[in-house]
């Protein structure tokens, strides 16, 4: 298990890398400089030779590469261009808001969404069934950014008073400020609840169709029993799966929703940094997104392994498939 860890650990560590690289060429291969913002379009040479030494951008692009790696190697994502603020420092205030609000779009969504999918699997063919395969391809036909912006209109509009539309931060109240989620977890989530609820219903259905579990019935084991016992077990190992992936299309769904909202966390940041050509600050968020989505991912291989012993025997002795 260690050396299997370990493995998953490095690879996870070259892909970061790869990330890191890819999103640093394009970032200097793309048009425009931070320069323009900085100085705007009326400057001179002094001036902007000045500062484009002091930001490190008059080397070349491979020079300005290996200081970069140089710089994050030893734990330095360097200073934001604009407001000279360490890198870190702006992760450390934005990643926190975001994972609040993956987590509550996640946590609630999705455990609503597996109570719906066993409900529908264990009553298939009644109205509670249809109604959750009927919500769930409209949940995700929406496009979630109209969905965010119509929230915004009635609720900021017509029905005013109920969710407050906007970020309120925890220092002016944890009810006031859980109220202000309500709307971005419910955007974010929605879609996520029913690619849960569709994957689990499929999976425990054609569970509940195996021969064992109709054996199980047929010599006397309650049908509640085999459910639980049984059929979930199985059914939970692809739900799982999905789940994982979900939650890493929160964190970037999160950067649309965060901006149809006004949630000053990642999603936000990144957008600004990439928008005013902050290569610093652009360059850490692409970090910490990659970082989260593939520790995410790792936690689900994890999950897998506890639920289906076979997955785990397969995995250690090198036979798995991918």
């Known amino acids: 298990m260690a050396l299997y ?24 291969l793309s048009p425009g400089s931070p320069l323009y913002t900085l100085l705007g379009y009326s400057y001179s040479e002094e001036g902007r030779a000045a500062v484009a030494e002091r930001l490190g951008l008059n080397a070349s692009i491979p020079e300005q590469y290996a ?7 030893s734990g330095d994502l360097g200073q934001s261009v604009f407001s000279g603020q360490p890198v870190w420092t702006s992760l450390a205030q ?10 509550l779009a996640g946590g609630v969504w999705m455990a609503i969404g597996v109570v719906a999918g066993c409900l529908a699997a264990l009553r ?35 029905i005013t008073g109920v969710f407050p539309v906007g970020y ?31 994957t689990l219903r499929g999976s425990l259905l054609e569970t509940l169709d195996r021969d064992y579990v109709s054996f199980a019935t047929s010599m006397g084991m309650r049908r509640r029993r085999v459910v639980r016992k049984v059929a979930l077990r199985n059914a939970a190992i692809p739900t799982v799966t999905v789940m994982g992936l979900m939650l890493g299309m929160l964190l970037s769904g ?9 949630i000053p966390g990642l999603g936000q940041l ?3 940094s990439f928008r005013r050509q902050d ?3 652009a360059a850490g968020c692409c970090l910490a997104v990659a970082v989260l989505y593939l520790f995410t991912n790792l936690l689900v291989d994890i999950a897998q392994m506890v639920i289906d012993p076979h997955i785990k025997e397969s995995v250690l002795s090198g036979t798995e498939t991918s």
């Not at 860890?5 to 200097?28: G, K, N, P």
């Not at 934005?94 to 987590?103: D, G, H, I, N």
């Not at 999160?254 to 006004?262: K, M, R, S």
């Open 67 to 73: 200081r970069y790696l140089g710089r994050m190697f």
């Open 124 to 158: 298939r063919g009644s109205f509670f069934d249809g109604f959750v395969r009927v919500f769930s391809v409209v949940a995700l036909s929406v496009p979630s950014f109209w969905l965010g912006l119509a929230c915004v209109l009635v609720f900021g509009v017509y």
């Open 254 to 262: 999160a950067i649309l929703i965060e901006n149809v909202f006004g």
């Open 94 to 103: 934005r990643v926190p808001v975001s994972l609040e609000l993956a987590v």
């Open 5 to 28: 860890l370990i493995r998953r650990i490095l690879s996870l560590l070259v892909t970061v890398f790869a990330v890191v690289s890819l999103v640093f060429f394009l970032l200097r």
């Open 270 to 272: 990144m957008v600004d």
């Open 279 to 281: 290569y610093p600050v």
């Open 168 to 198: 309120v931060p925890p220092e002016q109240g944890l009810g006031r400020h859980l109220a202000s989620m309500v709307l971005p977890s419910f955007v974010l989530g929605l879609p996520a609840f029913a690619v849960v609820a569709r």
